[in-house]
Structure formats: structure tokens, C-alpha cells
């Protein structure tokens, strides 16, 4: 367990991200740390896994790569599982499932595919300790992942248990929640480091997991400090291990000198989940969290900072707000009336003309508010810079703003981009009156 090749999945447009964050988190260097497509490799060992599940905000979880062999058939799958000592992870009175994905694999069922591989699994412990253990597709104690190429399977064990997004403290949540993997994401993107002293500001909060991530970077609080992993499931682990590496952590958390993270939300529901989430974060004392109108919103303070949104797309939504001038008469036609919901506090059309969120269709009446919003922000946030994840590539142009960079990222299976405008100061001022001609 000394030397383990790790594998941390993310999402595309993240890896460079995340092979940064390793490198700071297990102190190896770029050899032993290499982005490859939708993840990094590490080669490390079994405390650099739990490392990596403790502090990682990027990974979608830390996986052991057992084996790469060729294959050409189901038979080839079971050849390779089954001379695999799974016997060194797990018992018989473990619960087991296999997870398989494929990238132009030339076999017709992966269902099938997977049926093999678990043959494979029980059938080694069957004539080596005299019993299987049992598959168990919901809440397995392992975790075994297989991955397909056109002619490759790589084989995984999993050290995560859930998801690394999962940091087990948002519990409340609005319609179509940003994963904290993301959120984390779209801070590192923007280059913002609490020790700076440059304030971070959401003005479309949700349920706060921008503002709640950040929080915990200012206070220096391991993303995983609050939930359980699957290698303490695994025979490997070592409990006294674990508990120093959970102990240092927490002897690394600091109280921040200054409010640094702020969030706003129209919907005052929302702002309630977010504070609740903050809470359950331990960060509440690290944040500010309001309720108003993005529109008229101003700066939390006096120093320009971040602005980072990750605004509601993809549904038929009209600006909301004491703003939205036509925001009453919008209402009406939404069905139950003057419904209200969070982030940008829009309202929504009825489910039959709405497309979801895997559309990507700004409304016409969205234009309004974006392009409120970019003219709010050019009056009053002078010398900010403002990041917006969207899956809509022209609504710059909409909002009038000429974005300085454009990084791809992906929400799930929606391609988006994340647009830095930097907001000069004295745009949208309003002119001086012209000094009057001599002898006027």
C-alpha cells in the first residue's frame, strides 16, 4: 500500500484545476501528479488516498487503479478480475457492486460486461475463502468501477464511498442545486484566495454553496472533515492513521480576521436555506448572507472584489423583483399566480413551456434582466471583476459586456462557459454637464 496509482475523476474543463490542488495537498510534484482527460493521476500511496478524500474540493472521488489489461470479449473481462487479489481489500462479508462505464467499447451489453466482471469477483473468493460475498446495487461496502476503452479495461477500487461532492451539510436545497465540486471549481477559476483580502460576493446565492465553499477556504476547513469514506470499509485502512490526518485538519482550521464572503437572494426562502447550510457547515460566523434584489444590490463593501453567479438557464423564466418593472404582469400568466423562486427571483411558466435546463434557451424576457443586471453592475461595482456560468455563449452580447476570458466547463452534461467581465471604472457613469460656451 505503499505505492498505489490513484485516479481522481472531475468534470471536463476541471483537470488543470485539480492537479494543482493535489500537488498542494500531497506535496508531490508534477511527475507523480498529471492531468489527464476528466482527471488526474497521483502516484501515492494509501495516506495520500485519504489525504485526497479529506481535502479535495475538485475530485469526484479517489480511485485505486488495480490493473490495465487488453481485452476483446466478456471472457477477456472475467480473465482480468479474476486474477486480481480482491481478497487484500475485502471479505466475504462484504457487500460488493460493480459500476462500469465505456468509451468506444466494442462490446454490445455492459450489463453483461459487469455481470462478468462480478462472476469474476465471487467466484476468486469462492475458492479462496470458501464463501462470496453479496452484491448489494444500493448501499454496497465496496465499491469496484471498470472502465472500458476500445480495447482496454481499467480496473478501479473505490476509497470515496459517496461522491466527494457530498460534503454532508447541505440539506436544503432549491431546484436544480450547483454541485459543491463545481462551486469549487468556479473559485478556483477565478483565481480568488481568501488570504488575499479580496471580498467574494454571490448576489444569486441559492442555497449558498458558492458562498458556504468559500467560507470553508477562509477558515481553512477540510471539505471532508464532516463525512464518512469508503476505505474505512477496506481492510488496508488503519484507524490511528486516519485520526492524526483528522486531528491536523482540524488544528488547521483559523477563524478569518475579516467578513470576506457575502451572498444575496431574492427569494428569501432561499437566503433561509443558505444560512441553515452555513450552519450545518460550521462557516455561518464566516459569512454574510442577505436577502435583496440583484438588481439593486450594492457592494458588501468598500474594497472591489469577486463576483461569482451561476444564474438559473435553460426554463422559461421573466425577471422578478421590486426591479422587474413588468415583473406583476409576468406573474400573472405563470400558473398559481405570483410564484416566486429563488436565486435571480424568477418566476417561472408553466411546466408545458418550459425546456429544463439541458436546453440552454435564455428567454426573451430573461434579456431584460441580464441586461439590467450588466448595467447595475457597471454603475456601481467599478473595479470588480464578475464571473457568470452559463451555457448560453451569446449572452454577452446580450448583456453588453465584452467578456477578457472564457473558460469551458461542464454542470453535469450541460457544456457551459465561465465568462470573466472586468467592470472598468467609470462605465456607465452618467456624463457631466457640458461647461457652458464664454459669452453664452
Given amino acids: 500500500m505503499n505505492s498505489l496509482q490513484l485516479f481522481l475523476p472531475c468534470a471536463a474543463g476541471v483537470e488543470d484545476y485539480l492537479a494543482t490542488e493535489a500537488r498542494t495537498i500531497t506535496g508531490l510534484g508534477d511527475a507523480q501528479v498529471r492531468p489527464l482527460r476528466a482527471g488526474v493521476l497521483v502516484d501515492g500511496s494509501w495516506r495520500e488516498a485519504m489525504l485526497l478524500n479529506l481535502h479535495s474540493r475538485l475530485a469526484q472521488r479517489v480511485l485505486v487503479q488495480l490493473s490495465r489489461t487488453p481485452y476483446a470479449s466478456e471472457s477477456d473481462l472475467y480473465q482480468a478480475a479474476s486474477e486480481l487479489a480482491w481478497e487484500t481489500w475485502f471479505t466475504p462479508r462484504h457487500t460488493f457492486r460493480i459500476d462500469i462505464t ?52 481499467a480496473l478501479y477500487i473505490d476509497t470515496s464511498g459517496e461522491p466527494l461532492f457530498k460534503r454532508g ?132 463593501g468598500k474594497t472591489p472584489g469577486v463576483l461569482l453567479v451561476n444564474p438559473p438557464y435553460g426554463e422559461r423564466i421573466a425577471a422578478a423583483g421590486v426591479a422587474g418593472e413588468r415583473s406583476q404582469e409576468r406573474a400573472q400568466r405563470v400558473q398559481g399566480g405570483s410564484r416566486i423562486e429563488g436565486r435571480l427571483g424568477l418566476s417561472r411558466a408553466p411546466a408545458a413551456t418550459r425546456g429544463g435546463r439541458e436546453h440552454a434557451l435564455m428567454a426573451e424576457d430573461n434579456d431584460d434582466f441580464f441586461q439590467r443586471l450588466s448595467s447595475h453592475w457597471k454603475r456601481n461595482y467599478p473595479g470588480w471583476t464578475a464571473w457568470l456560468l452559463t451555457p448560453d455563449r451569446d449572452l454577452p452580447r446580450r448583456m453588453r459586456l465584452r467578456e477578457s476570458r472564457k473558460i469551458p466547463m461542464w454542470n453535469g452534461p450541460i457544456e457551459c462557459r465561465l465568462f470573466r467581465f472586468d467592470l472598468v471604472a467609470g462605465a456607465m457613469q452618467p456624463r457631466s454637464a457640458p461647461s457652458a460656451e464664454p459669452g453664452a
Fill in 102 to 153: 465505456a468509451q468506444r467499447s466494442p462490446l454490445r451489453s455492459l450489463n453483461f460486461a459487469a455481470l462478468r466482471i462480478k462472476d469474476a469477483v465471487a467466484d476468486r473468493f469462492r475458492e479462496r475463502a470458501g464463501s462470496r460475498p453479496s452484491v448489494d446495487t444500493h448501499w454496497p461496502d465496496v465499491r469496484i468501477f471498470a472502465h472500458l476503452t476500445n480495447d482496454r479495461m
Fill in 169 to 300: 451539510w447541505r440539506e436544503d436545497k432549491g431546484d436544480a442545486p450547483l454541485k459543491e465540486t463545481l462551486a469549487a471549481a468556479m473559485i478556483a477559476a477565478s483565481g480568488w484566495q481568501p488570504d488575499q483580502g479580496v471580498p467574494l460576493y454571490d448576489p444569486c446565492c441559492g442555497s449558498g454553496t458558492i458562498a458556504v465553499e468559500a467560507a470553508q477556504m477562509a477558515c481553512r476547513m477540510a471539505p471532508g472533515s464532516q463525512r464518512r469514506f469508503g476505505f474505512e470499509r477496506l481492510l488496508p485502512f488503519q484507524p490511528h492513521v486516519w485520526q492524526q490526518l483528522r486531528e491536523q485538519a482540524r488544528s488547521a482550521e483559523i477563524r478569518p480576521s475579516e467578513l470576506l464572503v457575502f451572498g444575496s437572494d431574492v427569494a428569501h426562502r432561499m437566503v433561509d436555506f443558505a444560512q441553515r447550510n452555513a450552519q450545518r457547515a460550521g462557516v455561518a460566523h464566516a459569512l454574510e448572507l442577505r436577502g435583496g434584489d440583484a438588481l439593486q444590490r450594492m457592494p458588501p
